[in-house]
């Protein structure tokens, strides 16, 4: 079978032989796992360049070196961390044995099983990455994986198509392309654990098509990531570094600043520090080639009609940098609307490109209660020096990361996990956790070769004195 996949029923009889093959095999040993996480580092290495020019083709602009820093370095980061990593988290683990019978040399172990096939559904904003770094933890865990590329990013998706049908063994990780009719018969697949990473409305269809498998899901998902600016921070640092974050990929990522919460009295200095540091990052936008196009015009459409829709409403809107708006392509300066109403689509949509919300605050309690009003967000940045507001924050917020001082760089971290919490997610990749996310945790049980349970008076027909023996034990 080739593993380019094209139908559900192509994709049905994969499973099959996947089943077969994974019922047939034993355990899944170290070399077994690192070759398959080197074959995928290896199909990376040798069409990364392919790769970079499909991306750019489908986002009608998006600078090589980023792509290469986010999406090929990002998943070899991932696939290399799991290969030197997985023999030392692969190990069975000694657990204690409860009493008496650790007395009597039972023992006890967890086994960490591969679950066996993973699916993987990815976006279009990371088109790479949202596959091949799931798929690190999975093969860590000696599973097989079919992957499932975004169709908004349609030339990716077919070099990925054709490149792990030629270099990967289907048995290891195949591939299956198509629009959202093959996504939802990929997510009713009886996978033996499925990731999907995508929007939250996308995330509870892809849960309840799993759960007629009772298929387990890691759901990574969205939401509007808050970063609130302290009065302790150094005001025009913290403005520096959401402008960078905020550029990147042009805003297209699940972790860019939604809502910045700036104090009333620092909202001039702070404005004027981001739209310094963004106009000099991408000083002019048309035609500008380190500025990444909205991905297609539905998306261009969505952001136009949030920003105007809160203009009409009211609120004021700053461009950076400050050039008219091209009426050509998709790229757009960054439009930054400050204190718009809560009714508007700005403040309850993830915005997910170039825009972003600025709210004046004079009192954290209330920052920090709207933003527990709202859904969890994925990631919470805090900038500022006043380390008891700091812990306030972070013991009074959910959010699925945080980075503190800075924006986006939790995300980047292979020895920790990362996913999101409530309605940003649930279960995570990335480093030891994502392992024991793709691993069946399998407690084993030796007993002893001795069994005093008679003659301790501990089996039927059962005595007063048994009843006395547990009742001696019910303490605090
Ligand atoms: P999306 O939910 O529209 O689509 C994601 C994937 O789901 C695509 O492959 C698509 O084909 C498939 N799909 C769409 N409808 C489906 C259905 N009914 N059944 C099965 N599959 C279906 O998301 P998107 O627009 O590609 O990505 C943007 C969203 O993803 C944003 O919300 C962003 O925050 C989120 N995201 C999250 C992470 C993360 O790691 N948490 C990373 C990147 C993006």
Known sequence: MSAQLRTPEDLSGLLKQHRAATDGQGAVDVETRKRRLQAVIDLLVDHHQELCAAMAADFGGRPIGFSLMNDILGSLGSLKYARDHLEEWMGPEPRQVFTPYDQMGAQAWVQYQPKGTVGIIGTWNAPIFTLFSPLASALSAGNRAVLKPSEVVPETARVLGRIIGECLDPLDVAVITGGVEIGQAFAGMPFDHLVFTGSTQVGKKIMR?????????????GGKSPAIIGSSADIREAARRLAIAKGTNGGQLCISPDLLYVPEAARE?????????YSTLYPTIEGNPNVVSVVNDQHMARIDGYVAQAQEAGAELVRCPDVPVPTQGRKRPLSI????????????E????PAL???TYSDINHVVAEINSGERPLALYYFGEDEAERTFVLEHTRSGGVTLDDALMHAAMED???????????????G???????????????????????EWGLLPPFSDQFAAMMAAQVTR
Not at 209 to 221: M, S
Not at 337 to 348: A, F, S
Not at 350 to 353: K, M, R, S, T, V
């Open 432 to 454: 030891r956790e994502g392992f024991a996310e793709f691993s069946h945790a399998r407690t084993v049980f030796r007993s002893a070769p001795v069994d005093p349970r008679g």
């Open 416 to 430: 920790a996990p990362f996913g999101g919490v409530g309605a940003s997610g649930m279960g995570h990749y990335h």
């Open 269 to 277: 200095e702070f404005l004027e520090a981001f739209c310094d540091t």
């Open 337 to 348: 609307v400050i204190n718009p109403p809560l009714t508007v689509d700005i403040m309850r």
């Open 209 to 221: 098509a799993a759960a007629d498998n009772l298929v387990p899901v890691t759901l990574e998902l």
């Open 350 to 353: 993830e915005i997910f490109g």
């Open 357 to 359: 919300v600025l709210l």
